[in-house]
Nanobody, 121 residues
């Protein structure tokens, strides 16, 4: 499955953005989906994940209560709603697909190209 992430941009602290990740085909609904991010000079880190049905999701502590992951299997798309953005959320955000949700990047088989999110103070 091919993944295309979009929705990034420049936002002031306290603002909101919604990222989207569109999959190329209906096999999307077979996969758990995750969002990761990578800031300059830092390792890629887990942000959020959701199971194949959307019935279960979990988050990194740093985004819990501010970010929400969701999916629409009819549209082959996963979303990341980001509220109360902080400068430390600045990173390239990647979506990923795997057989089950995980906080470990290596457990995902397919990756999108990334979308830049920049939060100014």
């Amino acid at each position: 499955v091919q993944l295309q992430a979009s929705g990034g941009g420049l936002m002031q602290a306290g603002g909101s953005l919604r990222l989207s990740c569109a999959a190329s085909d209906r096999t999307f609904r077979m996969y758990a989906m995750g969002w990761f991010r990578q800031a300059p000079g830092k390792e890629r880190e887990f942000v959020a994940a959701i199971n194949w049905s959307g019935g279960s999701s979990y988050y990194a502590d740093s985004v819990k209560g501010r970010f929400t992951i969701s999916r629409d299997n009819a549209k082959n798309t996963v979303y990341l709603q980001m509220n109360s953005l902080k400068p430390e959320d600045t990173a390239v955000y990647y979506c990923a697909a795997g057989p089950r949700g995980s906080v470990v990047a290596e457990r995902y088989d397919y990756w999108g190209q990334g979308t830049q999110v920049t939060v100014s103070s």
